[in-house]
Nanobody
Framework: QVQLVESGGGLVQPGGSLRLSCAAS????????MGWYRQAPGKQRELVAA???????NYADSVKGRFAISKDNAKNTVYLQMNSLKPEDTAVYYC?????????????WGQGTLVTVSS
């Protein structure tokens, strides 16, 4: 089994910053990619940012220049630094990982962490 544990969500004023963390644990041989998705009330879940094992990153247009994804391979942890936050960034943020575990690839999701941007 592989688990993802997220942390770092909360309430922040517009223009503020937050840093999300997601740690993977369990029977992990390798991690192909990790990413962050978000789901706002009444909307579909959408990709925010992703990073591959080689360090290639991908961002949603709405967060380019404001968010930065990074990883610590030794800790199997991915981070999302969110700057210049806007009310429209309010959502539950989910960590996602494509993991090689026990001879097969798994897609694993975290439980989600709420980010609220409001004055």
């Amino acid at each position: 089994q592989v688990q993802l544990v997220e942390s770092g969500g909360g309430l922040v004023q517009p223009g503020g910053s937050l840093r999300l963390s997601c740690a993977a644990s369990g029977s992990i041989f390798s991690i192909n990619a990790m990413g962050w998705y978000r789901q706002a009330p009444g909307k579909q879940r959408e990709l925010v940012a992703a990073i591959t094992s080689g360090g290639t990153t991908n961002y949603a247009d709405s967060v380019k220049g404001r968010f930065a994804i990074s990883k610590d391979n030794a800790k199997n942890t991915v981070y999302l630094q969110m700057n210049s936050l806007k009310p429209e960034d309010t959502a539950v943020y989910y960590c996602n990982a494509d993991v090689w575990s026990n001879g097969r690839y798994l897609e694993v999701w975290g439980q989600g962490t709420l980010v609220t941007v409001s004055s």
